[in-house]
């Protein structure tokens, strides 16, 4: 009993420190322009500067999804339509040659 409570009091002494050390702030990503959530303590962001603001103007990125969710779809369309096309000959062949099969069960138990 007093081994084990001699562990647990241990644990607790050494958990708070290394979870301490985890929660660190990384500085790099303070500093970063590619997250817009992230705080950092840079100067303000010019208006007209498009190369820093793309990142973070939402509107903008909803309708470049948008457009881009259009694109997929319209391929992935594509592709399936082009998919059922090259398969329907041999669908067609494999059908006729299933119904042979079935026929000639039949005919076999006779």
Same mark, same amino acid.
């Given at each position: 009993?007093?081994?084990?409570?001699?562990?647990?009091?241990?644990?607790f002494?050494?958990?708070?420190?290394?979870?301490a050390?985890? *929660?660190e702030?990384?500085? &790099?990503?303070? !500093?970063?322009?590619?997250?817009?959530? $992230?705080? #950092?303590?840079?100067?303000?962001i010019?208006?007209?500067?498009?190369?820093?603001?793309?990142?973070?103007?939402?509107?903008?990125? *909803?309708?470049?999804?948008? &457009?881009?969710? !259009?694109e997929?779809?319209?391929?992935? $369309?594509? #592709?399936?339509?082009?998919?059922?096309?090259?398969?329907?000959a041999?669908?067609?062949?494999?059908?006729?040659?299933?119904e042979?099969?079935?026929?000639?069960l039949?005919?076999?138990?006779?």
């Amino acid at each position: 009993m007093r081994v084990l409570l001699t562990i647990l009091v241990a644990l607790f002494v050494v958990m708070p420190a290394h979870f301490a050390q985890a *929660q660190e702030a990384n500085p &790099e990503l303070l !500093k970063t322009d590619e997250f817009c959530t $992230t705080p #950092r303590e840079v100067e303000d962001i010019a208006p007209n500067d498009n190369k820093r603001w793309k990142y973070c103007d939402i509107n903008m990125r *909803q309708f470049e999804y948008r &457009e881009r969710y !259009k694109e997929l779809q319209k391929r992935l $369309t594509t #592709r399936s339509e082009n998919f059922k096309n090259s398969t329907y000959a041999v669908r067609q062949n494999y059908k006729k040659e299933l119904e042979k099969y079935h026929a000639s069960l039949g005919s076999d138990s006779n």
